[in-house]
């Protein structure tokens, strides 16, 4: 069981480390900025789920065996780089009709996914969390996969709620953009542009 002291000292960091520019809280900005609010909080949540994946990774012994294996490295960073170009490519064709209003009950799911695909298929944040994580877990305070599951919770919540921000606020301004027909346009393929550049950075990106 995780003391008092580490959980709060935890969450800080969880906390800055949610501040700090990231791919992931740039994913949430283009998507929050492009599709509004809701499609934002739901690539969130899509995330987070992908944390919780992460953190699973980690307390069962999966992420070492992915920081072990150049060939697992490489296969999943190009998988979630394919997946970008893919997002890129939708998002430079996209009419401009269809930024118009928030995300769809039919779309919902979609923004979901594409949160957990973005977080799932970026092997290094498996193995940031297994590098994070265990600096944290105090084994005289009890079983350690029990604490590494309480750490990421909280990194999960400390990220629900600053990318949640941060939705909040691209979402407000992306809907005046989008209440002029060139500027939504403009705005679609900033987010092609970006999402070119996330998964270049993901392509070249070392263990």
Request: hydrophobic share 60%.
């Amino acid at each position: 069981m995780l003391t008092l002291d580490t959980a709060l000292a935890f969450f800080g960091v969880s906390v800055l480390l949610g501040l700090s520019p990231g791919p992931d809280n740039v994913f949430v900005l283009m998507q929050s900025a492009t599709h509004g609010r809701r499609a934002g909080w739901l690539v969130t949540l899509g995330l987070c789920t992908g944390l919780l994946g992460h953190t699973a990774a980690v307390a069962l012994g999966l992420a070492a065996v992915l920081a072990a294996s150049p060939i697992a490295f490489t296969v999943l960073k190009l998988a979630g780089a394919a997946y970008l170009i893919y997002l890129a490519w939708g998002a430079w064709h996209a009419p401009v009709s269809a930024l118009s209003a928030e995300a769809t009950a039919g779309s919902g799911w979609r923004m979901y996914t594409r949160g957990v695909v973005m977080n799932l298929t970026n092997p290094k944040v498996g193995i940031f969390f297994l590098a994070f994580l265990p600096q944290f877990v105090q084994p005289e305070a009890g079983a350690v996969t029990q604490q590494v599951v309480q750490l990421g919770a909280l990194f999960v919540l400390a990220t629900l709620l600053v990318f949640g921000g941060f939705a909040w606020f691209a979402a407000l301004i992306g809907g005046w953009l989008r209440r002029s027909p060139s500027a939504q346009r403009v705005l679609n393929r900033a987010a092609a542009v970006v999402f070119v550049g996330l998964a270049a950075r993901l392509v070249w990106v070392q263990r």
